[in-house]
Structures are given as structure tokens and as C-alpha cells.
């Protein structure tokens, strides 16, 4: 399993999460924002914002902190321009990174981030320099709940999904990008509770860290890239290996 996932696991553990609760809701609320201005305010006719609206549900978003949100997509409030960028990096050990970011200036998210990894053991890379190592991919969540991974593998093939993992308390799902959907969709008809659907970057090969001290370096840099207030979502190839993560915690 990839190490970011390994890594969501640790922060749940830590309450990370929990502690970071405005910075979450900033970030869902962009993604509403951005979701109602690419394909309008009705969720029903809007896949992207259907899931916006589960995933600030999910996270408990005051119902107004959503309201405005998606008012600030149809332009009914005020707010400066919103723009999606994919900026790629390297991180220690050679690590491929795809930082997605929100933003309202262009030209100070990608400074602020040169010199986020600049001062982190990482570097800054040109357009397509690691896009070519990742695979755009749709991942739905489902608790496991006593459902086994064979039984768990048998319900996301029959709903037309391509693979299943294992994430602590979940099992990740993993489904074409077009078939995102369509697939949760299927699951929730065969009595399924799916959670949290959506578009991400999933590496087509892992980069195995074995050393303390520069899984110790990866975990800081993903950690200050996330903190940083424009960062959507980072995408990895790192994988950290159970035993170094004993080590370190």
C-alpha cells in the first residue's frame, strides 16, 4: 500500500485531523466554491458538487460556512477569483510528489512552495517531470465492519470497480476515473455505505523508504506542504514500511 495512505492512518491516530478543523473546512470550502462554478448549483445535476456537499457533511461544516461557499461559486457573495493548479516536486529519497492547489495568485503558490521544499530536503520540478509516474484514479472508502477482503473484492468487482486495499478501519476502492460514480452508485444499491468518492492520483509504482531519518524528512515535508494554506490534496509514491513506522512514532 502506498505510503501516503499508511500515513493518513497515523494522522487519524493522532487527531491530527481533529485539531486542524478550520483548515479543513477551508479546504472544503474552496472545493464547493470551485465545484458550483465549473458545473452550477444544483448537486443533482453536478456529480462534483455532490460530493463536496457528502464531504462537508461528513466533517460536520456549520450549514451557513456551506451555504456561502457555494454562494461564492454562483456569485451571489463576493470573493476573489479561485484557480486549480497541479504543481510537481521531488521530495527526500527521490520521492515523486503532485501537490494540487487552490489558489487566488498563481505566482505566490508557486513561490511559497519553492521555497516550502527548498527548506525541506525537496525541490521544485517542471510540468510532467513525475505526472508520468501516477495514474488518475476514482477511490471510494467503505468501513469494514466485519466485511472481509474477499467479500470486500467481490462487491466492488460486481459493482464494476478495479481494485480494492486495505487502509486500517477501511477498505480503499479503487475504480476508472469515468466510472467514479457509477460505481458508488452500485455499491450503495447492494446495501453498501460508500464514503467519500472522489478524483486522485494514485502512483503506478511505490518507493520503498527503509531509512529512520529520511522517512522522518518525507513525513515533515508532507506535513508542511499540507499545512500550507492553498494545498488541496498531495499525491506520493513513498512507501513506508510497518516497522520504520514503529520506529519513528
Do not use: C
Request: no cysteine; proline share 3%.
Amino acid at each position: 500500500m502506498a505510503g501516503h495512505n499508511k500515513w493518513s492512518k497515523v494522522k487519524r491516530s493522532k487527531g491530527v485531523i481533529d485539531a486542524k478543523r478550520g483548515q479543513v473546512f477551508s479546504k472544503l470550502s474552496k472545493e464547493l466554491t470551485l465545484a458550483v462554478k465549473q458545473g452550477g448549483s444544483n448537486p443533482d445535476l453536478n456529480a462534483r458538487l455532490r460530493t463536496a456537499i457528502l464531504a462537508a457533511k461528513a466533517a460536520n461544516m456549520p450549514g451557513d460556512t456551506l451555504d456561502r461557499a457555494i454562494k461564492k461559486g454562483t456569485g451571489e457573495l463576493g470573493g476573489a477569483a479561485l484557480e486549480e493548479i497541479l504543481y510537481e516536486g521531488y521530495g527526500p529519497g527521490g520521492i515523486a510528489l503532485m501537490i494540487e492547489i487552490v489558489t487566488d495568485n498563481r505566482n505566490r503558490a508557486a513561490n511559497d512552495l519553492r521555497v516550502l521544499l527548498s527548506k525541506n530536503n525537496g525541490t521544485f520540478a517542471d510540468a510532467g517531470s513525475v505526472a508520468y509516474q501516477f495514474m488518475r484514479r476514482g477511490e471510494i472508502r467503505l468501513e469494514k465492519k466485519g466485511l472481509s477482503e474477499d467479500a470486500a473484492m467481490e462487491l466492488a468487482l460486481d459493482s464494476g470497480a478495479d481494485d480494492v486495499q486495505d487502509d486500517s478501519e477501511e477498505w480503499v476502492i479503487y475504480t476508472a476515473q469515468d466510472r467514479l460514480f457509477a460505481v458508488a452508485s452500485a455499491l450503495k444499491e447492494k446495501g453498501a455505505a460508500p464514503k467519500s468518492p472522489q478524483l486522485t492520483y494514485v502512483p503506478s509504482t511505490t518507493v520503498p523508504i527503509t531509512d529512520i531519518e529520511t522517512a522522518r524528512q518525507i513525513l515533515k515535508l508532507y506535513d508542511v506542504l499540507d499545512d500550507y494554506e492553498d494545498t488541496q490534496n498531495i499525491h506520493a509514491n513513498f512507501e513506508i514500511p510497518d516497522d520504520v513506522m514503529v520506529g519513528l512514532s
